[in-house]
Each structure stands twice: as structure tokens, then as C-alpha cells.
């Protein structure tokens, strides 16, 4: 067998075939409840010609069937593409096009938009969401008719996998990576605490500690759930999802489920469950860890988890669709003010370039890059792939756009995205450490943060926030100096109902923009 995603998910089958693998609001399935399905899927799409290489799309909310759409796909070599379930039908026909799907696997509900469309598929599955829509060309009950074998060709490291970027800036591009290098840098494949590789491949599925029960919050459309998820199979853990979003069901989760690490993304998710188990009567006692990455996971709420779950490891990863993890903190006492962003301790191929593209030093800021095993590239996009890779001293990296500061200590604090930055009368300011200060008045329950342009400054910060009920401006200002330079505080403040986010709860900022311009006679 190779470090292929199939090939490891088959491996945890043969040894904890009657294991829970999923479960998913009030059902569950085994390993070898998922093996046989999935197995049963994949032949049908082999009947429909997809094989090695031939892009599929998943369009569809997080059930056990969309895990079973997974790893089917894997087993016959071909490439699962996330589609955003949010997506409606000019966001639909760019993804189509631009991923080239041959096949897609969507829910039930959303059969409308894709004939919509048009694409021209060779096959298309209709996942029971509890929809009455039936346009595909057959339903997954159907699909799963076949035979549940497993006699599939040989699969290798070298096999493809293509992630989309959620966008929040612009449209999503497609990050290839190599199965081998994907899943050593997200899957498992190396100890995350210290960064280094496991010598044996198999080692997930061969340990002998007791499984574990991961509570995966995100929807399996983004990245943090995937490996979330992925990395858990391949340990045979059991991996839990809810079909939607909801803090107070989160923690009826943890206590039916015995839930053990809960894997979420930044305050939009950290914030409303820990306010919801302040609020209620719940059992958190299996708790052992919770982990946060890939948005901001601010200082006001990190400090509300460790005085209400002081037993609780609680994470703050960093890491992106195009580096995979980059590092991690181990969150410990947060005091009264802001941070510049989350301090990590780095992997050992992961260093901050200067603006002369060479390793920077203490206190310079530069940008993220990381060695090692990195993706391809973005998918049919030369132009950007070659932005994204570079070598220094001999070693490849890749370079996302995230930019950072090396500490005297050598851990590292990651800043931001440099195209998110701020710079007003020559000074930068990064959203999220203005953002992270809002977020620790009382007052405010969301925030973010943008630059709009002013002709003496070049560019002014803004902000847009949302109170938990009234709030004093002035008030709010002086709070935010308190914490921050003079020139990081926002300038104009504009109050909202919601802050609106992806659906992994990243910032959208393309909304931020569109909202200041219209409002801005307000």
C-alpha cells in the first residue's frame, strides 16, 4: 500500500471494522458499514467512466453520505473538488468549468440549481438530504445497488488532491497536492506538537490507545474538516458532524456522543459555543481538548475558555490550503489586552521570509513559508503557482500571503494576510489584531475590520461591528486605544446586525467593502 487518503482509510478498516466511524446527528455508521458503501459507490461511478485523475465535484452539507462520496472517490484514483453549498448558479458554472467536473455528488435539495446550470456531466448523484428534488440522473440509494468489493487498482502517493480556497478575496483557486505530501502535512502524517514525520505510515492505525470521539464543527466543504475528519478515520477514531451549525446541539453532541476534541475555526464558531455552555446546564467532562485554526481565535475568548474549561488543552493552529499545517500555540493565561495575532511554535520547515527573500530574523516581519512537502500548485493557473513556490538555499517553499513576525524566543506570531493589510500614513495595521481588541469590549460580539481609501492617509482603518445590544462609540474608541496604537483604531465605525462570514466562519471581506460602499452616505 502507498500514503494514498484510500489506501489509509482501508488499512483503519481491516483493523476496526466495527468501530463507529461516523455519526452525524442521531445516526451512525462502522468502518465496514463505510467500507461496503463506499465501495458500492465507486463502482457505480466506474460504470460512468470515472477513473484516475477525473475531477468530481461534492456539492452537499455534512452527512455520512458525503463521507461515504469521499472516500469512493479516492478508491478509483480520481479527485474529489469541494463546492461551497452556498454557491448559486454563475458561482456554480465558474467551479464547474474552472475544476473541469466529469461527475457530481450533491444533495437532493439542490438538483434545481445544478440543471440550472447545464454542466455537462457523466454522471450526477442525489444525496437524500430529506429533499423531494430528484433531477439527477440517479439517486444514491440506487448508485449503491452494485457491488461492494473491493477490487480496485493499485493507488500511489503520487495520486492527486484539489482543495478550493473559500474566496474571501477574490475567486477560489484550486491548491493540488500529492496525496503523500497533503496527508504530512494535514492528515497525520507527522506529530503536529513537534513537526516531525512518523516513520511508518500505517502507525495511525496501529496504535494502541483506546479511540478517540472528534467533534469536527466545520462544514466538510473546507479544509479543517476534511483532515479533521480524514486524520481521525485513518486512527480509527470515530468523527462526528452536525448537519448544521448550532452551539446549544453542539453540546448535547459532547455529552450523548462522550465527545473528546472538539476541531473548530476562529470565534465564529469558539465564541457562540462557549457562551452557550455558560448559559445552559451542560456535561462537558469528556472534553480533553479543543482546537482552533485557520481564523482569528481572539485573546477575549481564548480567556473565557481557559477560566470555564481549566482542565481542557485548548490549540491555536496556523496553517492554510496551500502550506497545510504551519504550527501550533498551546493557549495558556491571556492578559487584559490585545495580541498581534496567534504566537506558535513553528514546524521545523516553516520560516519567515524578508523582503529580500531571504530567512528573516527576530523581529522582522516578513512572510510565512513553509518546506518540506508543499502543494503543486494552483490548478491550471501558472501565473499564481509561481507566486506561490519559491527556493531558498536549495529548499522549496511555499508562500501564501501570510505575514509574520520571528520572535526573540523563535516561536513565531502570525499577522495576517498581506492583502488584508492596512497601510495608513505608512504604517501597516493588520485587521485582526484591531479586530481581536473590539472583541474584548463587553459590548461587541463580532467584529471586522478593513481599509477604505483617504486622500491624506493613502488609507484609513474601518471597522464594522456587531453589538450584543447597545453600545457607546466613544466608549468603544477608548477602549480600543487602550490596547493599541493611536493609528491601528479605527477611524469610522459602522454598526450591523451580523457580521457576515463564510460558512467555515472566516471574514468576508468582499462583503465588508460592498457594505461601507453602500452605507457610506449613512
Not at 461516523?22 to 467500507?35: F, H, K, M, P, Q
Not at 491555536?316 to 490585545?338: K, L, N, P, Q
Request: aromatic share 8%; with cysteine; glycine share 10%.
Amino acid at each position: 500500500m502507498a500514503a494514498n487518503i484510500a489506501d489509509l482509510f482501508e488499512h483503519a478498516v481491516d483493523a476496526f471494522g466495527d468501530r463507529v466511524a461516523v455519526a452525524c446527528g442521531e445516526r451512525e455508521i462502522t468502518y465496514a458499514e463505510l467500507e461496503d458503501s463506499a465501495n458500492r459507490l465507486a463502482h457505480f461511478l466506474q460504470s460512468r467512466g470515472v477513473g484516475k485523475g477525473a475531477h468530481v465535484g461534492l456539492y452537499a452539507g455534512n452527512s455520512i453520505e458525503a463521507v461515504v462520496a469521499m472516500i469512493a472517490v479516492y478508491k478509483l484514483r480520481a479527485v474529489v473538488v469541494n463546492v461551497n453549498y452556498r454557491y448559486v448558479e454563475n458561482e456554480l458554472q465558474y467551479l464547474f468549468e474552472d475544476a473541469g467536473l466529469v461527475a457530481l455528488i450533491h444533495d437532493r435539495g439542490f438538483s434545481a440549481r445544478v440543471a440550472a446550470v447545464g454542466h455537462d456531466f457523466r454522471a450526477t448523484v442525489a444525496l437524500p438530504d430529506g429533499s423531494t428534488a430528484a433531477l439527477s440522473d440517479i439517486s444514491y440509494a440506487d448508485a449503491l445497488k452494485g457491488s461492494g468489493t473491493r477490487d480496485f487498482e493499485e493507488r500511489s502517493g503520487d495520486d492527486v488532491y484539489l482543495l478550493y480556497t473559500g474566496g474571501t478575496t477574490g475567486y477560489p483557486k484550486g491548491v493540488v497536492w500529492r496525496h503523500e505530501d497533503v496527508w504530512r502535512v494535514l492528515g497525520g502524517g507527522i506529530d503536529f506538537m513537534s513537526g516531525i514525520p512518523l516513520d511508518d505510515e500505517w502507525a495511525q492505525s496501529r496504535r494502541e490507545m483506546p479511540p478517540m470521539t472528534r467533534f469536527c464543527l466545520a462544514p466538510l466543504i473546507h479544509g479543517n474538516a476534511q483532515w479533521a475528519a480524514l486524520a481521525a478515520l485513518f486512527a480509527g477514531d470515530t468523527v462526528v458532524f452536525l448537519p448544521h451549525f448550532d452551539a446549544d446541539e453542539v453540546w448535547r453532541t459532547v455529552e450523548r456522543r462522550q465527545v473528546n476534541v472538539i476541531v473548530l475555526i476562529g470565534d465564529a464558531m469558539a465564541r457562540p459555543i462557549i457562551e452557550a455552555y455558560l448559559a445552559g446546564k451542560y456535561d462537558g467532562s469528556s472534553l480533553m481538548a479543543i482546537s482552533s485554526s485557520a481564523a482569528l481565535f481572539s485573546p477575549s475568548v481564548k480567556r473565557q475558555y481557559l477560566q470555564t474549561l481549566p482542565d481542557v488543552l485548548v490549540t491555536d493552529a496556523v496553517g492554510s490550503s496551500e502550506t497545510g499545517f504551519a504550527g501550533i500555540g498551546i493557549v495558556a493565561e491571556v492578559d487584559g489586552g490585545a495580541v498581534d495575532g496567534p504566537r506558535i511554535t513553528p514546524g521545523p520547515d516553516t520560516i519567515v521570509i524578508d523582503e529580500n527573500g531571504k530567512k528573516a530574523g527576530p523581529g522582522v516581519i516578513g512572510r510565512l513559508a513553509r518546506g518540506g512537502h508543499v502543494p503543486l500548485g494552483y490548478f491550471q493557473d501558472p501565473v499564481k503557482t509561481a507566486a506561490l513556490l519559491t527556493e531558498i538555499d536549495g529548499v522549496r517553499y511555499a508562500i501564501p500571503g501570510d505575514l509574520a513576525r520571528i520572535e526573540d524566543d523563535g516561536t513565531i506570531t502570525l499577522l495576517g494576510r498581506g492583502n488584508t493589510c492596512v497601510n495608513t500614513g505608512g504604517e501597516k495595521v493588520f485587521p485582526e489584531e484591531v479586530e481581536g481588541a473590539l472583541k474584548s469590549h463587553p459590548a461587541v460580539f463580532d467584529a471586522l475590520v478593513i481599509g477604505l481609501p483617504d486622500e491624506l492617509l493613502g488609507q484609513k482603518v474601518v471597522a464594522l461591528v456587531q453589538p450584543r445590544g447597545s453600545v457607546d462609540l466613544s466608549d468603544l474608541t477608548g477602549h480600543v486605544r487602550k490596547q493599541v496604537a493611536g493609528y491601528k483604531v479605527p477611524r469610522s465605525i459602522w454598526l450591523v446586525d451580523a457580521i457576515a462570514r463564510t460558512i467555515s466562519g472566516k471574514a468576508d471581506y468582499r462583503w465588508a467593502h460592498t457594505y461601507t460602499k453602500e452605507h457610506d452616505a449613512d
